[in-house]
């Protein structure tokens, strides 16, 4: 195979790196390319089965799998491995890929390997025929075919330095961040590369100059090459033998880097772990001179390297060996979503809006509040005041907290006979998790559980700000065939007081400025007890009340009140409150293991008649 990659070239991509593997599909896009290089991805410990990518302005779904070899199986035509691991497992996860005959190039990011283990790797690799780029590199690059990961930087940098279409110019470099200063200078000074490598600058990579200078060698679109070696190693050796014997006869610029490494008086060591001349021979200048000797072309210094690239384009392109640059349109890219956000080019319509609390920050907050200043007991802060700042965006007097809190308290439970907490043991029982369980409780409250301090709060509070005298209220609700909300217990009763009640009513009539509707319903309670001494004001009627009486007294319209209730606020406290019960049950049921409930046979009637046989219908 003379180019590296084609335009067909499909990849496994180890680890999940998203911003390098959406570079290289908007690579593929803007190269025309019919499908994304990318054809999977191996993440272990990923509980997803794809991840979502950018194809040009359409998403598409790479999949993910847990090891290389159910990738393999699954995209038997991928051909190159791209891996992405640290220098800790990089040599277990290159040394199992290279057990698959089908991937045929493997690029190995990681810099740092021990040197053991990847001179194993390269004997392994050479033993069975296939190309390893790297340790520590930034990957290789097929203009118009297929790029490895982030080789090239930017796609804006990428279009700028011609890397989206081939060119002629075949680079070979162990830098990466040469490698792209470099392939910018031949964009300005010649028609762009054909094929680069950045071979890795680890002290034994896993392919050498001259493999790809070979490989450049019989590539047709590559017609000349540039060489940019380093201090250190011997390998620029083999591309001047090469040269020598006429295994490569295209025209070469090369360069060694490091030359002032001779003003020196003993050995630098540069950038790369390889880079360090030991002996006289590995220096920079020492290399140069044999290249030149060669027949290679070798500018004075770095700065006249530019120069030479385009003297040697020109002369290739009046031979005619280079045909004449031509242009190609480039599609245009969609900028992400995100970027343009940040960068103030769009705007954009919200579909919700939040107003109690925000989590952009360094820190969430309740209402403005940051929740490490409301969180811990020295702050001053209780259930009540969250609630405050949560539901009502306000930051309540004490008495007012205190009173919410109270609230919850009272309603927390009230026995397992109840229906929510009936239904919620039963659940447990059935071997259903705390959240289905507690879901199948919470739903039973309605206006028969839990409902009644909604409607306690609607009518009392209607009765009284319509001047309604309470023997008139107990009438009109009567003649309308309306039981009262919040009136009425089936235990409890005028000799025998709910002593949750008494306790909210102490505590209202204590600290609250004012209890009006309070004491109107205990009016209503007159008249109604004194036809049965069980339709006392229950605990829910005494919530309700005293609900509306709080907000008057924190100075809520009367319209703000009503909405309240119709929103549901006041059967809020009692959901909150009870969840703290069942939730209390489910745990008792899972702690004593109780079996499957199921109703006994003697408390059912059973009414059971022979079903009725319909006679057929005739027109």
Request: glycine letters at 8%; aromatic letters at 8%.
């Amino acid at each position: 195979m003379s180019a590296l990659f084609t335009n067909k070239t499909q990849a496994i991509f180890w680890n999940n790196n998203v911003k390098a593997i959406q570079r290289m599909l908007d690579y593929d896009y803007i190269c025309g390319r019919e499908k994304p290089s990318v054809s999977a991805i191996v993440h272990a410990t990923s509980e997803n089965s794809f991840q979502k990518f950018f194809f040009g302005v359409r998403e598409v779904l790479v999949p993910i799998y847990k090891s290389t070899k159910d990738a393999v199986d699954a995209q038997p035509e991928a051909d190159t491995f791209l891996n992405f691991a640290s220098f800790r497992t990089a040599y277990d996860v290159t040394m199992e890929a290279l057990e698959f005959p089908s991937l045929k190039t493997l690029m190995i990011t990681a810099e740092g390997i021990p040197e053991r283990l990847a001179q194993e790797i390269n004997i392994q690799a050479k033993k069975l025929g296939r190309t390893i780029i790297g340790p520590a590199t930034v990957g290789a690059i097929t203009p118009g075919c297929f790029k490895v990961a982030n080789i090239g930087g930017s796609i804006d940098n990428i279009v700028k330095t011609k890397l989206h279409k081939i060119g002629s110019v075949g680079l070979v470099t162990r830098s990466g961040g040469l490698f792209n200063e470099l392939a910018n200078i031949i964009s300005i000074k010649a028609n762009g590369l054909a094929e680069g490598v950045a071979i890795g600058g680890d002290r034994f990579p896993g392919s050498s100059y001259l493999d790809h200078m070979l490989r450049m060698e019989k590539n047709p679109d590559v017609k000349f090459m540039v060489l940019l070696g380093e201090v250190g190693g011997s390998d620029e050796y083999d591309i001047i033998e090469a040269k020598k014997s006429g295994q490569l006869t295209k025209p070469i610029i090369g360069w060694c880097i490091g030359t002032v490494g001779q003003y020196f008086q003993g050995p630098v060591q540069f950038g790369h772990a390889g880079a360090n001349a030991n002996q006289d021979k590995e220096k920079a200048s020492i290399k140069n001179e044999e290249m030149k000797k060669a027949g290679i072309r070798v500018p004075k210094n770095f700065n006249n390297l530019p120069e030479l690239i385009e003297a040697i384009y020109h002369r290739l392109l009046a031979e005619g060996t280079i045909d004449k640059e031509t242009s190609k349109n480039v599609p245009n890219l969609p900028e992400d979503y995100t970027a343009a956000i940040n960068a103030g080019k769009i705007r954009k319509e919200t579909n919700f809006i939040c107003t109690i609390s925000d989590d952009r920050g360094a820190e969430a907050n309740y209402a403005g509040v940051p929740i490490s200043q409301l969180a811990m007991p020295d702050t001053g802060y209780n259930i009540g005041d969250v609630i405050s700042l949560l539901w009502f965006k306000k930051r309540f007097p004490k008495w007012t907290s205190d009173f919410i809190e109270s609230v919850i308290k009272t309603v927390a439970d009230h026995g397992p006979a109840v229906s929510g907490a009936h239904n919620a043991r039963v659940s447990a029982r059935a071997g259903k998790d705390l959240i289905s369980s507690l879901c199948s409780g919470i739903l039973t409250i309605g206006p028969k559980f839990g409902g009644a301090i909604d409607g306690a709060a609607k009518y009392f509070k209607y009765a009284l700000d319509n001047n309604l005298d309470p023997r008139e209220f107990v009438a009109d609700m009567k003649k309308k065939n309306i039981p009262i909300p919040g009136i009425g217990h089936r235990i409890k009763s005028v000799r025998n007081p709910d002593k949750r009640v008494e306790e909210l009513k102490r505590y209202a009539k204590e600290y609250f400025p004012s209890c009006e509707l309070l004491k109107y319903a205990e009016k209503v309670e007159q008249v109604t007890t004194a036809k049965k001494d069980t339709l006392i004001l229950n605990v829910d009627g005494t919530i309700g009340v005293l609900m509306v009486d709080m907000w008057r007294n924190n100075g809520y319209s009367e319209t703000e009140i009503d909405e309240l209730i119709r929103s549901g606020t006041l059967n809020a406290f009692f959901v909150i409150g009870r969840t703290i019960g069942f939730i209390g049950h489910i745990l008792d049921e899972k702690r004593l293991n109780m079996p499957l409930y199921r109703h006994q046979f003697d408390d059912i009637l059973y009414d059971v008649k022979e079903a009725e046989e319909l006679a057929p219908v005739t027109n």
